[in-house]
């Protein structure tokens, strides 16, 4: 394929983020996930001790994560609610400690103008928000710091049970909501070139959903903004494989490797490493980029 394959028309492709700069018409960024909640699905509250989340996030940067996403509250609706003073208690102190440690970028995953306000006096460079920007204050909240945000498409937002969600066509209906919600943030006063969006694989979407966003994936993508998609060792990978959760990663691999051809330019992981080597060959194979070694192969 090749180096000028059709660009996704995105607002504002080169942007600086916190620290850092980011290409995103020949550029994929890696987010790492450090959870501090004791019940992710992925890591079972393996980083819910301050310490332990702290040392995952400096050694996911180490391992090439541009970007470290930190979140006090799950978005499952089978966990114990709190409230926003708890989820600043334990988002806040992580960011602080990384914001020291490092200039990759940080985001907080939350949907509270509270902790949201309280996270970037922290040091955090992005609000994450699995709830579209519908809690009230959080749209001010970001268009006042000038900070990026990622506007996620779910239908009942973090902790709220959604039975059986259905959709007469989930693609349409997700591009119109995020649509909707990037209007809503630029009438906030939040710049074009602060907005990314993120259609929301698995949040309230059965296996065939997550599975129809990916296969049109350039539905979302050509809205024009930045795309995220966080897809890492999801249920419908593991639904589609019939695999457990800590056995989804090459499953993740292939449905991230085909989300950037279809013009994904974020991708959230848990597996960092792996996560790299994919999009840098990726970036490659695309024209992106050359060899990080020197060609050895002299026939």
């Avoid at 980011?22 to 079972?44: G, L, Y």
Wanted: proline share 5%; hydrophobic share 45%; charged share 25%.
């Amino acid at each position: 394929m090749s180096g000028d394959m059709p660009s996704p028309g995105m607002v504002s492709p080169v942007r600086r983020i916190g620290r850092r700069e980011f290409d995103f018409e020949r550029q994929v960024a890696i987010m790492a996930i450090v959870n501090r909640t004791p019940n992710s699905f992925h890591d079972q509250g393996r980083t819910y001790e301050l310490d332990r989340a702290v040392a995952a996030a400096v050694r996911a940067v180490d391992d090439g994560a541009d970007w470290v996403d930190i979140g006090g509250f799950a978005f499952s609706a089978a966990q114990a609610q709190i409230g926003a003073e708890e989820e600043i208690e334990r988002v806040v102190p992580v960011i602080a400690q990384v914001r020291a440690a490092t200039d990759a970028v940080i985001s907080v995953d939350t949907h509270r103008a509270a902790v949201a306000r309280a996270a970037i006096e922290a040091g955090a460079d992005v609000i994450n928000d699995t709830n579209g920007l519908r809690e009230p204050g959080i749209a001010e909240v970001a268009a006042e710091a000038g900070v990026t945000v990622v506007v996620t498409h779910s239908l009942g937002g973090p902790g709220k049970r959604v039975f059986r969600p259905s959709y007469a066509d989930v693609v349409s209906e997700v591009a119109d909501f995020l649509r909707e919600r990037v209007s809503f943030a630029l009438k906030a006063g939040i710049g074009a070139e602060k907005i990314i969006i993120d259609p929301g694989h698995d949040l309230n979407k059965n296996t065939f959903h997550s599975l129809e966003l990916t296969r049109r994936l350039e539905e979302i993508t050509s809205i024009g903004y930045p795309t995220l998609v966080a897809l890492s060792n999801k249920d419908f990978i593991g639904e589609t494989l019939d695999r457990p959760p800590g056995e989804r990663k090459e499953g993740t691999i292939a449905a991230n490797v085909l989300s950037i051809v279809k013009g994904a330019r974020i991708l959230r992981v848990h597996d960092v490493a792996a996560a790299v080597a994919s999009v840098r060959m990726t970036e490659a194979v695309l024209g992106w980029r050359g060899p990080i070694a020197p060609s050895h192969n002299l026939a």
